[in-house]
């Protein structure tokens, strides 16, 4: 999936470190775009600037945005998971069927989570150990996961779970701060640092610009990519655990269609298709803007389904309006 | 001879003989002819689209639009004939390739003219075309009820023993077949695919290229949006829901390769009706389909295992077949 003729949006080197030219970035475009979407909002209806309300729309993105910071890095190193609705699917509804045996809370959540990571190196060894696009690779596991999870269910549904266990999709840490945002936001922390702050992330970088050259130089491509397949389905498991502690049931269907809204967030955030560029500030405020998208067609009774346009068209446009003020700048020079 | 062992069409047709005879030892009444017929006509959706994704991926793009399209066109083409049954199936069959088309074109022109990674562009166009398909029904469904007889009876109408529907399979394969190997714009697919800097030293206009495959793609998907709305009589925006990923399947298992430049119309045909024959073959044996995922989600994996082994030891010699047979 490698075009040759299109480059990054941006130079690599300048992608390592996000806050060097903060005033012509692809991140400070973001912002703008979050706050119009923001103002918009608080004219358009009078439900938006209230404390609960404000929580309330960080539900719309905590659990994508928490797998989009994994799969940003996937994506950067040029590969791409699309199976991780499906973990989700398989997670969730091992964690049931745990809880039909009996399972308490701490068991519950540390079935999703393993259950997350097996999915996880399971790719990671399809892509890295037989050398597999993993494009194709993660929409074959991607029936598959959800497959087991059908097997496993039907078209039951496992419900009844304890108490403590919802306060992981339904708890509050400070007021109206909610445990996901909080959690997200330590995510959000960690995966900054380590992109852009480590050489592990460096590294990162390095495959996705050249992996024949990252290998050359001493980079352990094969186990860096595993590596980031693992982190993605453990991150999908804990978002297993979030959102059916947060629904409070598990069905075969749970999650359908994230692992396309989780890929357009970290596409919009400015993470390079083609790998190598990116950063988890631009993930972070895609996720918010997609949060503040929905959340906000949804206070004016948008269905659904059309929210979905202005989350496609937005999608093309931040991306295509850069390129079109090149193309203008590049005419009139 | 040699060469036809080593094709993967070969294995992948003996892969769905197997399934056929393992089915059969069973319940024999699973290969008689007319069942064989009903899985084909049932999977002659599936093929056209699996034909149009073929060109798209050859070029090293990806079109996960497909099923959008299906269902904006599908619902076009049935609130048309809603409002005016009194305008000719033909003439709204091709409306539907026409709109579908246009469909694809805007995705093209965004990854040809802005350059803008075809996964990105048809991501996007995924959401968009569905939520049109809502907006223009105002959320609600066609039904059989609301459709003219002809619009409904067109492919189930039999021609030659076959039903049409299975008709516009045949020809749709036929003509990528030549379109593919009888062609320069074939040639230009698998160039494209096989080596873009070449390509383009040899004159080729990569980004006309696959500008044009998007826009088989667009036409097939909607033209399969007449054809599965009039097969399963409903509209709906819900129509082929989450089918995209089918489609890039059928071909993965037919051996188009997604790195580009490795595929042919055979492999394509065969990947979309094994996945067919596996899905009518699950209730007959007695598996409940919810299965289904889990198996072909197997017979992917399955498929992408081979083609990696088989294409580490070949190399992309499929330029060089082309040229022979040209």
Redesign the interface.
């Known amino acids: ?6 480059t990054g949006r941006r130079l690599p080197d300048r992608l390592d470190n996000p806050l060097k030219s903060v005033v012509m970035s692809w991140e400070s475009l973001l912002v703008l775009v979050a706050l119009a979407i923001f103002l918009a909002n608080s004219f358009a209806s009078p439900y938006f600037l209230n404390a609960w309300s404000l929580s309330d729309l960080t539900f719309n993105f905590t659990e994508k945005g928490l797998i989009a910071l994994a799969m940003a890095l996937v994506i950067i190193t040029g590969e791409i998971d ?1 199976s991780v609705a499906s973990i989700i699917a398989l997670a969730s509804t091992l964690m049931g069927l745990a809880l039909q045996y009996g399972a308490d809370t701490p068991t519950l959540v540390a079935v999703g989570i393993a259950v997350g990571l097996v999915c996880g190196a399971f790719n990671g060894f ?1 892509v890295t150990g ?4 993993s ?3 993660t ?10 999870a ?2 496993i ?3 039951q549904s496992f419900k009844g779970y304890p108490k403590e266990f919802a306060w992981f999709g339904q708890g509050y840490v400070w007021w109206v701060v909610s445990f996901e945002l909080v959690l997200f936001l330590v995510a959000a922390v960690i995966f900054y640092v380590l992109l852009h702050r480590t050489n592990f992330g460096r590294r990162v970088f390095a495959i996705g610009n050249n992996a024949t050259a990252a290998r050359f130089s001493g980079v352990r491509v094969d186990r860096i990519k595993f590596v980031l397949f693992c982190l993605t389905g453990l991150i999908s498991g804990i978002a297993a655990v979030l959102l059916t502690a947060r629904l409070g049931s598990t069905r ?1 269907s749970i999650a ?2 994230f692992e ?1 809204d989780v ?2 967030m970290v ?1 919009l955030g400015g993470v390079s ?2 790998g190598g560029a990116g950063s988890i500030i631009g993930v972070v405020i895609a996720a918010l803007i997609i949060g503040l998208v929905t959340f906000g067609l949804g206070l004016l009774n948008v ?1 659904g ?5 202005f ?3 937005l ?2 446009v931040v ?2 309006l850069p ?2 003020f090149r193309m203008y700048k590049e005419r009139r020079a | 001879m040699n060469r036809l062992l080593k094709s993967r069409e070969t294995w992948l047709a003996l892969a769905i003989l197997a399934v056929l005879v393992l089915v059969t030892i069973r319940f024999p009444r699973f290969t008689q002819p007319g069942n064989l017929l009903t899985i084909f006509n049932d999977t002659s959706i599936l093929m056209m689209l699996a034909l149009g994704q073929m060109a798209v991926i050859l070029t090293r793009s990806i079109d996960l639009s497909v099923a959008s399209n299906l269902a904006l066109t599908g619902m076009l083409v049935a609130l048309t004939n809603a409002a005016f049954p009194f305008i000719p199936v033909p003439l709204l069959i091709a409306g539907c390739l026409v709109v579908g088309a246009a469909l694809g074109a805007f995705n093209g022109i965004l990854v040809w003219k802005l350059n803008i990674p075809p996964i990105v562009v048809t991501l996007g166009t995924l959401t968009i075309y569905r939520g049109l398909a809502f907006v223009a029904s105002g959320g609600t469904w066609v039904n059989a009820s609301q459709m003219s007889t002809d619009f409904i009876q067109l492919q189930r109408g039999v021609f030659l023993g076959l039903p049409v529907l299975s008709w516009f399979a045949i020809v749709v394969a036929v003509l990528v077949y030549i379109l593919m190997t009888r062609t320069p714009w074939g040639r230009a697919f698998y160039a494209i695919g096989v080596n873009p800097v070449a390509a383009v030293y040899t004159g080729i206009n990569v980004g006309r290229t696959k500008f044009l495959a998007f826009v088989l793609s667009g036409a097939l998907s909607g033209l399969a949006g007449y054809l599965y709305v009039s097969k399963y009589v409903i509209a709906s925006t819900e129509s082929a829901g989450g089918y995209e990923l089918t489609v890039v399947a059928a071909c993965v298992i037919g051996g188009v390769s997604i790195a580009g430049g490795i595929g042919t119309v055979g492999g394509a045909i065969l990947g979309a009706l094994f996945l067919g024959v596996v899905n009518n073959a699950l209730p007959v044996i007695g598996v409940s389909p919810f299965w289904q995922m889990a198996i072909s989600g197997m017979a992917i994996l399955l498929a992408v295992v081979l083609n990696a082994t088989s294409e580490r030891s070949k190399g992309r010699i499929i330029l060089k077949k082309a040229e022979v047979a040209a």
């Open positions: 999936m490698t075009d040759i003729s299109s699309l399809l037989l050398k597999l696009p494009i194709v690779v929409i074959g596991t991607m029936s598959l996961f959800r497959g087991i059908f097997i269910l039907g078209d075969p359908e269609g396309l890929v357009t596409v298709i083609m269905p389904i059309v929210m979905t346009i989350t496609g068209s999608l093309i991306i295509a390129i079109l």
